[in-house]
């Protein structure tokens, strides 16, 4: 994609690989920005991947921009079957030019061994896209967490204690981190019930919070997609008809 000169951030199960919270994955998750221009390199992307779309929405700036997602499955030989999900808006997630502006670059290598550059969405912000209505997600966001913190716990900084202490979903390891950063974790408390509980070291408890999230964000999370569901059910019905749809 970023050879397509495509505007993107790598997502999903991949994503999470890359910082270290391995969950397999044969798709692709992409978030991008919607204008004309770049979803002309997307389309020429797709082109040279022999993608196309499989089901609807159609890859049309107009869905993307209601949070549609919009699937392609590639015909080209030596990515045969690979199929891309591409959004550009999501659920408690900043827009794309933000989102680009916090992303991660991490150097990879193809299989021939030539350097490449993939560009991730942020840590915070995966988590953030992560907080859906599916039950499989969570355990992830808790991995990828956990894992930033242990990897940089002996180098906190003023935006990683209060991400950890935000959205740690372990209680070990959350009351572990409000008793080495008592501070920031009192002003955090009053956001966040979890972290006042992990303050009296009360592990029930913090469980019982981060249960309560979980269930909150999954109600948000089906509230929001009911609108575009219907109008998906409304366009796989026209294209079954042969018909337009008002969504048109």
């Known amino acids: ?19 270290g919270a391995a969950e397999f994955s044969r798709d692709t998750d992409l978030a991008v920005l919607a204008s004309p221009e770049n979803l002309r390199c997307l389309e020429r992307a797709m082109d040279a991947l022999d993608a196309a779309v499989i089901a609807v929405p159609p890859a ?9 997602a919009v699937h392609f499955r590639c015909g ?19 827009e794309f030019s933000r989102l680009w502006e916090r992303r991660t670059t991490v150097q990879l290598s193809d299989s021939q061994g030539s350097e490449l550059e993939a560009d991730v969405l942020a840590l915070p912000d995966l988590v953030a896209a992560k907080k859906t209505q599916r039950d499989k997600d969570w355990p992830m966001i808790s991995r990828l967490v956990a894992v930033n913190y242990f990897q940089f ?15 740690l979903r372990t209680p070990e390891l959350l009351i572990e981190c409000v008793q080495v950063f008592p501070d920031v974790s009192q002003e ?7 972290v006042a509980a992990a303050l009296v070291r009360d592990a029930p408890r913090v469980e019982s919070e ?31 008809q042969g018909g337009h749809t008002a969504a048109e």
């Open 76 to 94: 080209r030989d030596d990515v045969r079957g690979l199929r891309i999900d591409v959004m550009s808006r999501m659920r408690g997630v900043d």
């Open 188 to 194: 955090v408390a009053a956001e966040r019930p979890a």
């Open 210 to 240: 981060f249960a309560a999230e979980q269930a909150r964000e999954q109600e948000l999370d089906r509230v929001y997609w009911a609108p575009l569901r219907a109008e998906l059910e409304q366009l796989r019905r026209a294209r079954h």
């Open 153 to 167: 716990r002996s180098e906190a900084t003023s935006t990683r204690v209060p991400f950890w202490l935000r959205e």
């Open 1 to 19: 994609m970023r050879m397509a000169g495509v505007r993107n951030l790598l997502m999903g199960g991949q994503a999470c690989v890359l910082y």
């Open 60 to 68: 049309e700036a107009r869905f993307l921009d209601r949070g549609h």
